[in-house]
T-cell receptor
Framework: GEDVEQSLFLSVREGDSSVINCTYT??????LYWYKQEPGAGLQLLTY?????DMKQDQRLTVLLNKKDKHLSLRIADTQTGDSAIYFC????????FGKGTMLLVSP | EPEVTQTPSHQVTQMGQEVILRCVPI?????FYWYRQILGQKVEFLVS????????KSEIFDDQFSVERPDGSNFTLKIRSTKLEDSAMYFC?????????????FGEGSWLTVV
């Protein structure tokens, strides 16, 4: 079946860039997503990319997609303490398959 | 910004009891979903619903689960006889046709604790 893998933890200093990586197995994925989950809260859609694109930029967020390697990354520029959360990568063909999430900790 | 709303935000129930989790999807959306997240684990797909019927379901969605769209706005998940292992955060999601892409929006979740 489909699988999505992410590193579990990333720690950065405020003001630095953060890069969260994700790999997936389903080559028929049509959309790939990044969701943010703060403690005890729901899943907030951050951004998504269509599978025929290789980059998408949205303010501080840059998504890079390498379809050949099935690798997706999320770059957060000028990371703030408010960005501390769990970030989920998800791929979609008909339903979403999520990774386990990457906990981003931003220290002052 | 439009949002998916879920109630209750937290429910504690005794094992064997029936539970109904409610969702109001975004009003012009056509596809509805339930996902769940057991504490510390992945978010898992349960069921998708389109045109008043289930379009896809996972192995988790067995006979004790059912979904319904009783009126034009609500979308419910019923767990007929809850087990301890049903304790999880249940997320409703919806999506519709959008010129900006297939954006899937999630609610804040309903945290179910079975004791």
């Amino acid at each position: 079946g489909e699988d999505v893998e992410q590193s579990l933890f990333l720690s950065v200093r405020e003001g630095d860039s953060s890069v969260i990586n994700c790999t997936y197995t389903d080559s028929s994925s049509t959309y790939l997503y990044w969701y943010k989950q703060e403690p005890g809260a729901g899943l907030q859609l951050l951004t998504y990319i269509f599978s025929n694109m290789d980059m998408k930029q949205d303010q501080r967020l840059t998504v890079l997609l390498n379809k050949k390697d099935k690798h997706l990354s999320l770059r957060i520029a000028d990371t703030q303490t408010g960005d501390s959360a769990i970030y989920f990568c998800a791929e979609s063909y008909s339903t979403l398959t999520f990774g386990k999430g990457t906990m981003l900790l931003v220290s002052p | 910004e439009p949002e998916v709303t879920q109630t209750p935000s937290h429910q504690v129930t005794q094992m064997g009891q029936e539970v109904i989790l409610r969702c109001v999807p975004i009003s012009n959306h056509l596809y509805f979903y339930w996902y769940r997240q057991i504490l510390g684990q992945k978010v898992e797909f349960l069921v998708s619903f389109y045109n008043n019927e289930i379009s896809e379901k996972s192995e988790i969605f067995d006979d004790q689960f059912s979904v319904e769209r009783p009126d034009g706005s609500n979308f419910t998940l019923k767990i007929r006889s809850t087990k301890l292992e049903d304790s999880a955060m249940y997320f409703c999601a919806s999506t519709g046709r959008s010129s900006s892409g297939n954006t899937i929006y999630f609610g804040e979740g309903s945290w179910l604790t079975v004791v």
